[in-house]
């Protein structure tokens, strides 16, 4: 948990030149994955196939986004290291959360909406509690807001949850990754591909976590 924690998401460092406004970064990453998922439903004629692949697509798709999310802040912080002049935006975490948490989103809505008729207790359950993480993890990785002198959430308690959101979706993914590289159904090699990203975040988390306690190396 310790390398999921919330404080290696958002960059720290700023740089100047590149500037990326909030709502275009959010936006584009939000409609790609209604492109993909209308897309997918439009190619197959509307037929329950086309959800299915719809929902695959975002599903992957988001996965590739969280993974960016996860390594974004950490791996500038890493490169800063070799190249001083390196300052990415310090909200660049954070876009790239909100941008997960939305594309996520888009995600359950391809789920959701085929089990509408059908009632799904298990889809329901499902899209209402990953929504819940998701909204719990955009708002926890929100800026800081103060009434007063005091934070509305305390500090610890935001990185608490954030950390808890991001330790979830990382699992999502990992087991995913791993109980669907052997089993009976048709090779997919994107499973054992997000598996080695999941670890691969993992360890560049643990290299930014190792090089922030020793301080005079930053």
Not at 30 to 51: D, H, K, P, Q, T
Not at 52 to 65: N, P
Not at 96 to 114: E, K, R, T
Not at 148 to 168: H, N, Q
Request: net charge positive; proline share 6%.
């Amino acid at each position: 948990m310790v390398a999921l924690d919330n404080a290696a998401f958002p960059g720290r460092i700023r740089v100047p030149r590149l500037r990326l406004t909030l709502t275009s970064l959010i936006g584009a990453i939000a409609s790609g994955a209604v492109v993909l998922v209308l897309g997918a439903i439009i190619f197959r004629g509307f037929a329950e196939n086309g959800f299915r692949l719809g929902s695959q697509l975002a599903w992957r798709y988001a996965f590739l986004v969280f993974f960016a999310a996860l390594v974004a802040g950490p791996a500038c912080r890493l490169a800063a290291l070799l190249f001083p002049s390196l300052t990415p935006p310090e909200s660049l975490g954070r876009r790239l959360i909100w941008g997960f948490c939305a594309s996520y989103g888009v995600y359950l809505l391809s789920v959701f909406l085929p089990n509408v008729i059908a009632l799904s207790a298990g889809a329901t359950l499902m899209v209402l509690f990953g929504g819940s993480v998701a909204l719990v993890m955009a708002l926890t990785a929100a800026p800081l807001k103060r009434l007063g002198d005091k934070p509305v959430i305390p500090v610890r308690v935001r990185r608490v949850m954030l950390g808890v959101a991001t330790g979830y979706f990382w699992l999502c993914y990992a087991v995913m990754g791993l109980s669907r590289i052997y089993g009976p159904h048709r090779p997919d090699g994107f499973y054992g591909f997000s598996l080695c990203l999941m670890v691969t975040g993992l360890l560049v988390r643990f290299a930014d976590r190792w090089f922030a306690d020793r301080g005079p190396a930053r």
